[in-house]
């Protein structure tokens, strides 16, 4: 099992007074599904940009075990709220692409890909290009190019937010259906309170002036329907209701400190 650490990480980015995350640690091992949440500008993203590699913190640390992270690495895949699919490649070469990056044999490369085409519910796709995909099955092609290294971790920011209400909801419950598979630890972003709650093992809260963690809640909302339960059943009783209104209030006094 491996832990991805961000320890005491603080960022600050050029011509800003304050910073956009101060002081804050977190950590995220195999197996978990830890969500970011909170109001507009409280540096979910930064964190989340850390953890990838894209920004260096000021001061602080970022690895996975005891390495330190300077760089994105296989071992971290993103998905983001834009797909980021190359259109000149087809679905299937848009998959296979790190695996080509990493040497893998032709065949090996179209294997891999196709059968995670059809873990995403895109069996048949592999051969379209991307005008030919909705967007929610262009960001499905993501999330199978971000699988296809078999990262121990998976960051999204906001991967399901230009979706349809109705495609989201789909989303969601394949997303749980490739965590609960495939167990990589995830770190998601996101402004949707029951996605937050449906989704996460673990909630964690930030507030902006500077960013920065104020709250964590743990929820097993999504285990529960890896085990079976429909997301219908569970968000209809009291205790996710409960939940709901737990987190808003988490959020508003994040807001207000």
Request: glycine content about 10%; overall charge neutral.
């Amino acid at each position: 099992m491996a832990t991805l650490f961000l320890d005491d990480v603080t960022v600050q980015y050029d011509g800003q007074a304050m910073p956009a995350v101060k002081r804050t640690s977190l950590s995220i091992a195999t197996g978990e599904f830890v969500v970011l949440t909170g109001r507009s500008g409280c540096g979910k993203t930064s964190l989340l940009n850390v953890a990838a590699g894209f920004i260096t913190p000021v001061s602080g640390s970022a690895r996975v075990d005891e390495a330190v992270i300077s760089a994105p690495g296989a071992d971290r895949a993103v998905v983001f709220q834009n797909d980021a699919l190359f259109p000149w490649l087809t679905a299937r070469e848009n998959v296979a692409f790190g695996l080509r990056m990493r040497g893998a044999s032709k065949a090996a490369q179209m294997q891999r890909a196709d059968a995670l085409l059809a873990q995403v519910q895109l069996e048949g796709a592999g051969s379209k290009r991307m005008w030919e995909l909705s967007g929610g099955m262009r960001q499905r092609v993501g999330l199978a190019r971000a699988l296809a290294v078999e990262p121990h971790f998976l960051l999204m920011d906001e991967p399901l937010g230009a979706l349809d209400a109705l495609t989201r909801e789909r989303m969601q419950t394949l997303l749980l259906d490739i965590w609960s598979s495939a167990g990589p630890g995830a770190l998601m972003v996101t402004h949707g309170i029951e996605e937050a709650l449906l989704l996460a093992t673990r909630v964690v809260v930030m507030a902006p002036d500077p960013g920065r963690i104020v709250r964590e809640i743990r929820v097993g909302f999504g285990a529960r329907y890896a085990a079976g339960e429909s997301v219908r059943s569970i968000k209809a009783e009291p205790a996710f209701t409960q939940s709901r209104a737990e987190l808003a209030d988490a959020i508003f006094e994040g807001e207000m400190a």
